[in-house]
């Protein structure tokens, strides 16, 4: 319909439309060719390139559709469609490579954020790869075919567009630095905005179920563990809009590995959204049940999601979004200073679901061997302490045979002998003299706590104390975190802490970004030099890049979303279709100076030509992203951000195109004729 409404041409539309299936069938060819699954992020890598993989045919069919309606009566149509996709062949062809080049930084991703871009940056690749070999074989065919001379109907859209266009492009050619004056205010207005924006490492994806971990009290008996999971099961049973919940005591809720009867891990799914009696959010039912489990003396407990929490353990070694890990020597001084930490945290604002790493509390008998009793009765400590072994942990006299199995057979006391300090302290132990000797006249026997646990990373024993963040970002979060901890905990010397979880994710996303991101502006500098030959008008198409995160920016900051790795993504998608449309703009202005007209004259003909193929690669990009922002099914949280700034930047940056660029373009041209002159 937008095709038809700015070119008010059916076959001139359903050339372009005809475009996308078939990129879209070459894309998936080279996919299975490489090995390249369809997954979620390729589908929706896929949506985001469909207003991208039709902009050169949108260039190339509007440009021929306009010559053929300027050659009505035109004996050799070939020769004029030809014509027309050579005018506009190198800026269309140069502009996909350069998107294209875009995804560079998305494909040298690492880590877990690698592993969930990188299928999305090579299918919007391989996708604008595919509609170039079209454009540059197919649709040159197609619109010799099925595009003939006629006069041009009016388009009501383009006719209301250039009432108001003209009237500014006049303006902002003749008031020069007020244009730029109010571009670099709106600049420097975004770059103050960035900071309170708020940065995460990706949005939370609704799962549509919950993950917790109970953590009781170390050394609890199986009985006691029973009965208090019995009591949460009771609080989760209450919720109307959960399905079904299963418990799993001696296990976490990701289940590698057993746990001790003081860990139960818990995974409840949700009922479906339209059954919900009442209006809330799975947010807000976590909350309630955070409520109601405070209630419950000596327990700690954390949430997360059963998609979300496999992967964070198995990429991050925690299941939670945050983890501060302690490193030292010393147990007792790792437990005191990250009962520190904790405190601290805890009295942050957003802090959630704190739970420090319990490494003391279990229950030990201690038995230690009196060194001058045994000497008395002619003992030796081994005397002693075999017999304890043999008792306590058992020992094997002898085999039991069935049929061809064998089985050593285990002889040590009843429980109730082994964990009771009286009935171990009344062993007897025999002495040379064959004596009968009670234990506790050999060795001084107590019910001391030790150590339950002892976590070590690179060689280094360590602490962790993990959280999760709700109501706020993470970046600000640790941000003060670190402020607070640095200025009230005073660690000793071979002591240190560092950053886990989602945070590290984000952080290294955000550096490989920072480092690959100029290799990729110094390349697509060298394709625009190859394009004008001139590197000034290749720094003015890059000039407009800053100017394109006003968009973007404001887009984040009204709709509430933070800055994190898929609106980074969405950054990058921006800039690349910043840069074509500047790229046809600023080209077909250079060719007009290059045929002889003035320097005023190219660029308002240029302007006034230009203005339906950027309005039409712009419009039909924000439509087909339009919908992934009201999406609301399972994944929608992590292209939201993307498609938002995209939308958002995008109709800024293309007034900032039609407007700007022609400015800057005259300043700069009148400046370098000065200067040839002088």
């Known amino acids: 319909v937008i095709l038809f409404l700015f070119l008010r041409h059916l076959r001139g539309a359903l050339i372009v439309i ?5 990129s879209l069938l070459l894309t998936f060819t080279v996919m299975k060719h490489i090995g390249l699954d369809a997954n979620l992020m390729s589908l929706g890598g896929l949506a985001i390139s469909i207003g991208m993989i039709i902009d050169a045919t949108i260039i190339q069919v509007e440009n021929v559709h306009r010559r053929l309606s300027e050659n009505v ?8 469609v030809l014509k027309a996709v050579l005018e506009v062949r190198k800026p269309s062809i140069f502009g996909e490579l350069i998107i294209a080049l875009t995804f560079i930084p998305i494909i040298s991703l690492q880590g877990m954020e690698g592993k969930m871009f990188t299928p999305l940056a090579f299918t919007v690749a391989i996708a604008l790869l595919a509609s170039l070999l079209l454009s540059v074989f197919v649709i040159p065919v197609l619109c010799s075919f099925f595009l003939k001379p006629g006069p041009e109907k009016e388009s009501i859209i383009l006719r209301w567009a250039n009432k108001l266009y003209l009237p500014a492009l006049t303006f902002a050619m003749k008031k020069k630095w007020v244009v730029m004056g109010i ?57 109307p809009e959960l399905e079904t919940v299963v418990s799993r005591t001696g296990q976490s809720g990701i289940a590698l590995e057993g746990k001790g009867v003081d ?25 309630s049940i955070r409520e ?88 030796n400590i081994s005397d002693v302490l075999k017999v304890v072994e043999i008792g306590v942990g058992g020992k094997s006299p002898t085999e039991i045979y069935e049929g061809s199995r064998f089985f050593d057979c285990i002889v040590r006391f009843p429980n109730e002998a082994r964990d009771n300090m009286d009935k171990l302290s009344s062993l007897i132990i025999r002495g040379k003299q064959n004596e009968l000797i009670q234990l506790s006249t050999l060795a001084h026997i107590e019910n001391i706590e030790g150590p339950m646990q002892i976590s070590r990373e690179n060689g280094q024993r360590l602490i962790g104390v993990e959280m999760n963040i709700t109501n706020r970002d993470m970046g600000s979060f640790v941000k003060e975190a670190k402020q607070k901890i640095a200025s009230k905990v005073k660690l000793p010397s071979g002591y240190y802490i560092s950053w886990g979880g989602q945070f590290e994710n984000q952080q290294r996303a955000m550096k490989r970004f920072m480092l690959i991101a100029p290799i990729v502006i110094a390349i697509i500098l060298l394709l625009l030099f190859l394009t004008f030959g001139l590197l000034r008008l290749g720094f003015l198409v890059l000039f407009n890049l800053p100017f394109a995160l006003i968009g973007g920016v404001f887009a984040l900051y009204i709709s509430g979303l933070y800055l994190s790795v898929p609106a980074s993504v969405g950054f990058i998608v921006l800039f690349g279709v910043a840069v074509l449309n500047g790229l046809v703009l600023v080209s077909y202005i250079a060719q007009l100076r290059g045929e002889g007209e003035s320097l005023h004259d190219s660029i308002f003909n240029a302007c006034r030509i230009r203005l339906r193929p950027v309005l039409m690669t712009a419009s039909i990009a924000i439509f087909s992203l339009v919908p992934m922002i009201f999406a609301t099914g399972p994944g929608s949280e992590i292209q939201k951000p993307l498609a938002v700034v995209v939308v958002g930047g995008l109709i800024t ?11 800057l373009y005259g300043w700069l041209e009148g400046k370098q004729r000065k200067n040839n002159c002088t």
């Open 653 to 663: 940056s293309t007034l900032l195109t039609l407007l700007l660029l022609p400015t």
């Open 183 to 239: 571009a670099s205010l709106l600049l420097i207005i975004t770059i103050l905005l960035i900071p309170n924006l708020g940065s995460e490492f990706i949005p939370i994806m609704d799962e549509g179920a919950f993950d917790m971990d109970v953590r009781m009290l170390p050394g609890l008996t199986l009985n006691r563990a029973l009965e208090t999971n019995k009591q949460i099961h009771n609080i989760l049973l209450e919720l």
């Open 292 to 379: 109601k489990l405070d209630q419950i003396p000596g327990i700690a407990y954390g949430f997360s999601q059963p998609i979300q929490c496999r992967i964070d353990e198995l990429v991050a070694g925690t299941r939670a979004q945050l983890i501060i890990k302690l490193y030292g020597d010393d147990l007792d001084i790792l437990k005191h200073k990250a009962k520190e930490i904790g405190d601290i945290m805890n009295s942050i604002e957003g802090t959630t679901d704190l739970m420090v790493e319990r490494t003391t509390g279990q229950s030990y008998i201690d038995i230690e061997v009196d060194r001058g009793a045994i000497a008395r009765y002619g003992l």
């Open 263 to 287: 860990m139960t891990g818990y995974t409840g799914a949700f009922k479906p959204r339209n059954e919900w009696k009442r209006n809330l959010s799975s947010t807000e039912i976590v909350n």
């Open 73 to 80: 009566a035109c004996e050799n149509k070939m020769s004029v």
């Open 18 to 22: 005809l475009a996308l299936p078939l």
